[in-house]
T-cell receptor, first 113, second 115 residues
Framework: LAKTTQPISMDSYEGQEVNITCSHNNIATNDYITWYQQFPSQGPRFIIQGYKTKVTNEVASLFIPADRKSSTLSLPRVSLSDTAVYYCLVGENYGGATNKLIFGTGTLLAVQP | EAEVAQSPRYKITEKSQAVAFWCDPISGHATLYWYRQILGQGPELLVQFQDESVVDDSQLPKDRFSAERLKGVDSTLKIQPAELGDSAMYLC?????????????FGPGTRLTVT
């Protein structure tokens, strides 16, 4: 079971680019890397998913080096509304019915004006 | 945009009482999950359904918790009897299927307080 390690908290200012790095040293060949965002008193929201190299969508970019032992979520030009907890997850994908996500404690990103 | 529905949003109950939570996933989503989230921690998977079948309940305290998804659509999670340590947010999520398991859609959750 791959375990993830990410900073407990980060601070930023509006308009800055924020990079949150996650370590997953024992990631397995079948594992996907996924990031979720959670606001207080709400359920988590899927942000982005990747397997290797770089993935970009309208919200964020995900950078994954060749060894896949870490990944970096990049949020361009953050605003106050990006203040939330961000979870890095390694999803166990064994092609069967028990594929699942394991959440850690996440990174609390605080964006200041 | 389709959403996962949960009810009630808040529940206060006394210990030893029974409590039930309901979830209606996004239409067409075959996989349904129940998570428990304690304040300050990430969600913990309790049970996972594929259609009407349980495929993972390894973290479900089966002496007091039960879950069902009889027709493969909506689902109910029950606790009987409730204990003080059960106070948490209970989240329901759904996904299109096992090949999209990493993209889950969460409901707003039910905040349970056991007194």
């Amino acid at each position: 079971l791959a375990k993830t390690t990410q900073p407990i908290s980060m601070d930023s200012y509006e308009g800055q680019e924020v990079n949150i790095t996650c370590s997953h040293n024992n990631i397995a060949t079948n594992d996907y890397i996924t990031w979720y965002q959670q606001f207080p008193s709400q359920g988590p929201r899927f942000i982005i998913q990747g397997y290797k190299t770089k993935v970009t969508n309208e919200v964020a970019s995900l950078f994954i080096p060749a060894d896949r032992k870490s990944s970096t979520l990049s949020l361009p030009r953050v605003s106050l509304s990006d203040t939330a907890v961000y979870y890095c997850l390694v999803g166990e994908n064994y092609g069967g019915a028990t594929n699942k996500l394991i959440f850690g404690t996440g990174t609390l990103l605080a964006v200041q004006p | 945009e389709a959403e996962v529905a949960q009810s009630p949003r808040y529940k206060i109950t006394e210990k030893s009482q029974a409590v039930a939570f309901w979830c209606d996933p996004i239409s067409g989503h075959a996989t349904l999950y129940w998570y428990r989230q304690i304040l300050g921690q990430g969600p913990e998977l309790l049970v996972q359904f594929q259609d009407e079948s349980v495929v993972d309940d390894s973290q479900l305290p089966k002496d007091r918790f039960s879950a069902e998804r009889l027709k493969g659509v909506d689902s109910t999670l029950k606790i009987q009897p409730a204990e003080l340590g059960d106070s948490a947010m209970y989240l329901c999520a759904s996904s299109l299927g096992q090949d999209r398991f990493y993209e889950q859609y969460f409901g707003p959750g039910t905040r349970l307080t056991v007194t």
